[in-house]
């Protein structure tokens, strides 16, 4: 079963794939998005779930440190029914406080991207792939 993270903001939505049997997340790319123009990229998103085969969407929810929500939760949640409502498929949600941050350190430590504009290409999407990876992990059957 393969899913589709997203990373939601206000002007790009990183996308991630997981592998057909659902237990690894790869990047796939960054969709430009503007909402005061109505544009959410669901175009792009449907090639992808056509291409791939998606059975299912992930989107992070970028809650608060404390837990709390705030106006980016709503965003991604407006975004998630924006999903049900074209493709009629599922769609979960992942807690995905700091995963920005941890997407950074790994393409600066272990990438070695140390450009910043370079990272901000790219940044979305590992963050998609953190969200998406530990969805995967956290509803997988084997543990």
């Known amino acids: 079963m393969r899913l589709l993270g997203l990373d939601v903001g206000s002007k790009t939505v990183g996308v991630a794939i997981s592998d057909p049997l659902g237990i690894t997340a790869q990047e796939l790319e960054t969709i430009k998005i503007d909402e005061s123009k109505f544009s959410f990229g669901m175009r792009q998103i449907r090639k992808l779930v056509r ?25 991604s949640k407006q975004y998630g029914e924006r999903l049900k409502e074209k493709f009629d498929l599922p769609v979960h949600y992942m807690d995905e406080r700091l995963t920005t941050v941890q997407a950074d350190r790994i393409l ?8 910043r504009v370079e990272r901000k290409k790219v ?18 059957k084997d543990k």
């Open 51 to 75: 291409k791939y085969d998606v059975e299912g969407f992930v989107l992070g929810l970028p809650k608060n440190m404390d837990g709390s929500s705030g106006h980016s939760v709503e965003r």
């Open 108 to 115: 600066v430590q272990e990438a070695g991207v140390h450009d």
């Open 123 to 140: 940044i979305d999407q590992m963050a998609a792939v953190l969200i998406l990876q530990s969805y995967l992990e956290a509803t997988r």
